[in-house]
């Protein structure tokens, strides 16, 4: 069963090789590098919007993670980002340089490091976000709202489905 608003296509050559694999394969292989092609395409545009408030990808994806969600354990900010712990420590120092984050220690854990915004990370996150949010909904306006939600639905499906293969 198809999500509403995806409309059936043919396939009789997905890909564009002399190579077949078998129609099952060259329809897998065929949207794995559709997939890859838009997601590193969009990753490029919206890293170069994010370069342009000074920030990098990561920084911004920590910004926005503390943002909507408030303060976090690095840990927790570190499997939100889908980045190494090492990494995530330079991300939140150079942050905290800035004047954009803080570190919290709790009293009666001093392992347990929480980092929130400061109040200019705050103004900083009020101000970029919705413009980048904005930017995004350009880029994806390539589609209609109803195909914007069946991709993101067979997007969530597939994900979902390799979770629990993997």
């Given at each position: 069963m198809r999500p509403r608003g995806v409309e059936q296509f043919k396939f009789e050559h997905p890909m564009k090789t002399t190579k077949r694999y078998g129609r099952k394969a060259d329809l897998a292989?065929?949207?794995?590098?559709?997939?890859?092609?838009?997601?590193?395409?969009?990753?490029?545009r919206t890293a170069e919007n994010i370069r342009s408030f000074g920030l990098t990808p990561p920084q911004f994806g920590a910004l926005e993670c503390l943002g909507h969600l408030g303060p976090m354990k690095i840990g927790e900010l570190t499997k939100k980002q889908l980045v190494s712990g090492g990494n995530m420590t330079v991300v939140i120092d150079n942050l905290e340089k800035d004047g954009l984050v803080q570190r919290t220690v709790k009293s009666t854990d001093r392992r347990s490091v929480q980092v929130s915004l400061t109040a200019k990370g705050r103004r900083l996150f009020e101000r970029i976000f919705a413009e980048h949010a904005a930017?995004?909904?350009q880029l994806?306006?390539?589609?209609?709202?109803?195909?914007?939600?069946?991709l993101a639905d067979l997007l969530r499906k597939?994900?979902?489905?390799?979770?629990?293969?993997?």
């Amino acid at each position: 069963m198809r999500p509403r608003g995806v409309e059936q296509f043919k396939f009789e050559h997905p890909m564009k090789t002399t190579k077949r694999y078998g129609r099952k394969a060259d329809l897998a292989l065929s949207m794995w590098v559709k997939l890859a092609r838009a997601h590193d395409t969009f990753e490029h545009r919206t890293a170069e919007n994010i370069r342009s408030f000074g920030l990098t990808p990561p920084q911004f994806g920590a910004l926005e993670c503390l943002g909507h969600l408030g303060p976090m354990k690095i840990g927790e900010l570190t499997k939100k980002q889908l980045v190494s712990g090492g990494n995530m420590t330079v991300v939140i120092d150079n942050l905290e340089k800035d004047g954009l984050v803080q570190r919290t220690v709790k009293s009666t854990d001093r392992r347990s490091v929480q980092v929130s915004l400061t109040a200019k990370g705050r103004r900083l996150f009020e101000r970029i976000f919705a413009e980048h949010a904005a930017y995004v909904a350009q880029l994806a306006s390539a589609l209609t709202e109803q195909e914007q939600t069946a991709l993101a639905d067979l997007l969530r499906k597939l994900g979902c489905a390799l979770a629990k293969s993997a």
